[in-house]
């Protein structure tokens, strides 16, 4: 079986003027709620199909992964026998397939719909953490076996590969609703189609040709391979890594294509490496092996995704908003401190703090302009012209980069750089999930909805609860008017003192943060691997931020015009 690399990617924007069964009892009051468990825990449960036992799954738990209102809650996971079993093993067929294990079916699986509930609570709950999976005292094949989990609600399926000899995922799981099936399965190694022979004294027999326009047989007594390329229409490089069948005797192939989020349009010959020109058709039968290659055409559609992470941030004049000094800690100097707000009273920020920028004047990260607490900063002279930092009314707004390094992915904590004076840069907790003062913090309220363009995904909307676009005249070219808390208040005394409008004098809820988490597998893509953005707020991306904070890949901080940046994550 071959391995699948899965990464993962955060995206932050932080708007900044604007500006991812055993019972364990609850611990650690935060706030109005206990974390559960304690410790990190391993709960079991049966595995039951028609009344008979199919093995065991255990599943381990990280301390702090669940929420209880009262401090004598118990964890439990419960399980049931899942009644769409031939749904998700056509799911599990089909991604087996994508991920280039072409020449193998499953034999035999084992699964069931999993939940996790705090005993307090009416309904179970989403893991904030990710959680390890291991089944037991199965019939499946160990050595040919992969695990896998299904969300019912969106219909997406994971592969997961497992440790040599066992059933245990050899990576925790990150479940995004509340019930979903999580399952093992072994494989054989499967053949093509069998043809429909006219008489069977012959080898090979004229078959009908299928929808594609082609069908291919072999008159080779041992089979021949076939080697297929994956191009999209038009392109010079392949989109995935070429994959290869075999094709016995008396077996038909009548679709080479394999590719989701694409559609087939043209298939040719590839013979001495060099593509024909002519698309295959009618009946072809193979004598030795051979090379094809597909071309593509791209799919749209309008996919809202899992939940995003929304915080809405109080900016005002007095020590009740985000800006607060306790948001910081003891002692920590005004030089140090990332705000909300230009350097000004009405923002409750006088924080004089500076970074370094290569060839640059140290750069005030707090202010938008030249002024911060009467100082003429953020600026410099060329050539008798003034540029100011950030601006972008000559052409020369950049980013302030190195204000972060990282992020701490469970408690969202922002792992900082350093001043210009090389001290610790300090941050209030913008994407904690603790109680700070002048936030507000909603983990699921909204979702984010993506066009997507083959394997492209382009930003599109954000939705509330209730399924409403938050979005209005959000400009998808230009990233402006991107205003996603709006509909949460937008007057003078709501969440910002100066209630700033825009140039059609319409007022908006300015200050806010987001949080987006994505995992994706590689498998055999070999096409684009870019993460885009555009827009006026900060954001940082990092990349596989569970090993250590991960690594910053786009950055794009402090306050400024609207910035045009990409990352490409081949090279990250």
Not at 121 to 145: G, M, W, Y
Not at 252 to 274: D, F, Q
Not at 384 to 392: E, M
Request: negative net charge; aromatic residues 10%.
């Amino acid at each position: 079986m071959k391995h699948t690399k899965k990464k993962k990617l955060l995206a932050f924007v932080l708007c900044m003027v604007l500006v991812l069964s055993t019972a364990i009892t609850a611990f650690a009051v935060d706030g109005n709620f206990y974390y559960v468990p304690k410790d990190t825990v391993e709960l079991s449960h049966e595995i039951m199909k028609d009344g008979a036992s199919q093995g065991t799954l255990y599943a381990t738990v990280p301390g702090g992964t669940f929420k209880s209102s009262t401090d004598n809650a118990e964890l439990q996971m419960d399980m049931q026998e899942e009644t769409s079993e031939s749904t998700v093993l056509e799911a599990v067929q089909t991604e087996l397939e994508n991920t280039g294990n072409t020449g193998y079916t499953v034999h035999q699986a084992v699964m069931g719909d999993v939940s996790f509930r705090v005993s307090t609570e009416d309904k179970a709950q989403i893991p904030e953490k990710a959680v390890n999976f291991r089944f037991e005292n199965t019939s499946l094949d160990t050595a040919h076996a992969m695990g896998f989990v299904y969300d019912s609600s969106d219909e997406t399926i994971t592969l997961y590969e497992l440790k040599e000899d066992t059933l245990q995922f050899e990576e925790d799981v990150k479940l995004e609703t509340e019930t979903v099936v999580v399952g093992c399965f072994d494989v054989v190694e499967k053949e093509a189609e069998e043809a429909q022979p006219e008489d069977e004294d012959e080898s090979v027999q004229t078959v009908d040709v299928s929808a594609s326009g082609y069908s291919i047989t072999t008159s080779a007594t041992n089979g021949v391979d076939i080697t297929v390329q994956h191009y999209l229409e038009g392109g010079k490089a392949p989109l995935y890594k070429e994959s290869k069948v075999h094709l016995s005797n008396s077996k038909k192939i009548e679709n080479l294509s394999s590719l989701t989020n694409y559609v087939a349009v043209k298939v040719v010959e590839v013979n001495n490496g060099e593509a024909s020109s002519d698309q295959i058709s009618g009946n072809i039968v193979l004598a030795t092996d051979k090379t094809y290659r597909v071309y593509y055409q791209a799919t749209t559609e309008t996919i809202t995704k899992r939940p995003v992470q929304m915080f809405d941030y109080t900016i005002n004049g007095t020590d009740t908003g985000i800006n607060s000094s306790e948001n910081y800690g003891t002692n920590i100097p005004k030089t140090s401190r990332l705000a909300s707000g230009t350097t000004r009273g009405d923002y409750c920020n006088t924080y004089d703090t500076k970074i370094s920028v290569s060839g640059k004047n140290p750069y005030y990260i707090n202010t938008w302009n030249k002024d911060s607490n009467g100082r003429n900063v953020n600026h410099e002279t060329i050539n008798g012209k003034t540029h100011v930092y950030g601006s972008n009314t000559d052409g020369t707004a950049f980013a302030a980069k190195g204000i972060i390094t990282g992020i701490d992915y469970d408690s969202g904590a922002l792992k900082m750089g350093k001043t210009s004076d090389n001290a610790q840069l300090y941050e209030p907790g913008y994407f904690t999930k603790e109680t700070k003062t002048g936030k507000d913090i909603y983990p699921d309220q909204y979702k984010l909805t993506f066009q997507r363009n083959g394997d492209n995904y382009t930003l599109y909307d954000v939705t509330n609860a209730a399924g409403t676009s938050q979005l209005s005249n959000y400009n998808r070219d230009t990233g402006t008017n991107f205003f996603p808390l709006d509909g949460l208040g937008t007057t003078q005394d709501s969440k910002n003192t100066t209630a700033d409008t825009d140039s059609s004098g319409k007022k908006h809820n300015d200050y806010f943060g987001m949080r987006y988490d994505v995992q994706f597998k590689l498998g055999d893509y070999l096409g684009d691997l870019n993460y885009h953005f555009k827009g006026d707020d900060d954001l940082w991306c990092v990349l596989d931020a569970e090993k250590n904070g991960g690594q910053v890949v786009l950055d794009i901080g402090g306050i400024h015009a609207a910035i045009e940046d990409s990352v490409d994550l081949w090279q990250a």
